[in-house]
């Protein structure tokens, strides 16, 4: 038998691969005899337990049958072929089932009418020298061997019970720790008892909307804002109001003048996708209509602790005293994504509903992770961090506003770059309607910018994009912006 091993992986895998390939491509053909695993081994030049584990795989997965006293032989009909075979009998091509007897839930039926695009919350990676991402941190300078020593030193120590199922509300050391970290530096007001550890921002959006609102309910989101707001509303059969944004974040005096709403979505420290900082009066302003309107409060604090410049302002759930703020906190900006660690801070009448609900999600976020976080927290790590990175993108973040007025000035305004990790960019001379052909432009030149468009409910009287600027070095942002405007001298010209 000629086979060729080629090289990728452990000799087991290789043989594996070398004999599916034979059988499937017909040089074994169905109910040939295979060598003995002697005979084979010795031609390979590998030990005879290889060629068992490979033999044995092929078994599991239908290639070969064994016959008693006999030896191993190719099956007569393939996994393949059963799989082929199975959808011309039930009149199908290539396999795909359709179901014709299945009815979607009315969930379901909102879920799919809710957007056309595909929901993925990372962008696509284009490989581009000048690539303003935004959204993620800087990866090169995460403190990951920190990170990995920490999270290898609980795993040797993890105990029987740490190994099993967590509580749905999250281990009590990490609720803990963030207590006294988000007291610090966030000015949250709470107990352990009121946190709940969740699978990521999204999940706590989802949780709040499952226990608090009802299909019908009139929920009001700022305008532009993140669509992973609108996007579960809309799911759950929510009717949603869209509440202006100014340079000072959402119009409390809009959403005062419209219909009650049961409930407010915001981004206070942080406009997404804007950048504006609502100020004390509007927050206060925004806590007083709850209270009047027996409404609850959904705080999206997604990067609040990267802030750059004027004094911090206190969270809204800082400034509640009615209990009506849910304030959600996450690793993916201050750490990664991956990660998939947030907080959510509940008024303590609804904790146990959310953990109820928690529970039937999920059973519970990864215990070990939670652990490595709270001891990152505790050692001062993420601390340092943070502050490590707050420097840093305070560099880059200058370099950017310096970049679009030597290269943009008169062209272009940069807002929203006193806190995270992005700026908002107007540029008043390109048409909404030609800002994706704007952006091909760029990217032509090396250049990734990324449009406002899908966070608006209707496109805006003017392009906006947005430039993320923590993860390019302070010359390739300069480089970066003198290239569009190098494409937006052009582009105005034609």
Known sequence: MLLRLDGEGSLFRQTYRALRAAILDGRIRPRAPLPPTRVLAAELGISRNTVLQAYRQLLDEGYLVARQGSGTYVAEILPEDHVRLRAQSAGHRDGRRRSRSLRLSKHAERLLGASSRPIAWGLSRRHLPYDFRYGEPAFGELPLDDWWRVQARRARRASAAQLGYGAPGGTLELREALVRYLAQSRGVRCTADQVLIVNGTQQAIDLVVRVLVDPGDRIAVEEPHYTGFSLVLAAHGAEVERVPVDADGLCVSRLEEGPPVRGVFVTPSHQFPTGALLPLARR????????????????????????????PVECLQGLDEEGRVFYVGSASKVLFPSLRLAWLIAPADVVPALQRAKALTDTGTSVLDQLALADFIADGHLERHIR?????????????????????????????????????????????????????KCAEQGVGIYSVVPYYSAPPDRAAFLLGFSSLAEPAIDEGVRRIARVLDRFRTR
Do not use: C, Q
């Open 388 to 440: 490590r990175s707050r420097t840093k993108n305070a560099a880059r973040r200058e370099a950017l506003s310096r970049a679009i007025e030597r290269h943009l000035s008169g062209k272009a305004i940069l807002a929203g770059t006193e806190a995270g990790l992005h700026g908002f960019v107007s540029v008043p001379s390109v048409p909404v309607r030609r800002e994706g052909e704007f952006r091909r």
């Open 284 to 311: 206060l302003a925004l806590l007083a209509y709850a209270a009047r309107r027996s409404a609850f409060v959904m705080e999206d604090d997604y990067d609040g602790e990267l802030r750059y410049e004027g004094p």
